[in-house]
Nanobody
């Protein structure tokens, strides 16, 4: 049974940094593509970043590129989303999605973690 759990959200000020974590259980994280999505107040779900199964390739949305960094800690079966220079518009619930062996039919979602950026 695969389980995905996000953590690390909180209330910060604009310009601050925050690190979100996505812990995967039920299989090695090296078998999962990890995607981060977010949903802001009264907004649709927005893609944030992705990292390949091996952790050697990443891609970011234009809105976070250069400020966010996604990485994997294979030994801890955890992915980390390091967020810097946070802006109010980054306020959202952040969700981690783990896709097993590249198959969208085997996609597992976490419950989300709230990030609030104040001015």
């Amino acid at each position: 049974q695969v389980e995905v759990v996000e953590s690390g959200g909180g209330l910060v000020q604009a310009g601050d940094s925050l690190r979100l974590s996505c812990a995967v259980s039920g299989g090695s994280i090296s078998r999962f593509t990890i995607n981060w999505w977010r949903q802001g107040p009264e907004k649709g779900r927005e893609f944030v970043a992705t990292i390949s199964r091996a952790g050697d390739s990443t891609y970011y949305s234009k809105s976070v590129e250069g400020r966010f960094t996604l990485s994997k800690d294979i030994a801890k079966n955890t992915a980390h989303l390091q967020m810097s220079s946070l802006k109010q518009e980054d306020t959202a619930v952040y969700y981690c999605a783990a896709i097993l062996n590249g198959s969208m039919q085997n996609q597992y979602w976490g419950q989300g973690t709230q990030v609030t950026v104040s001015s």
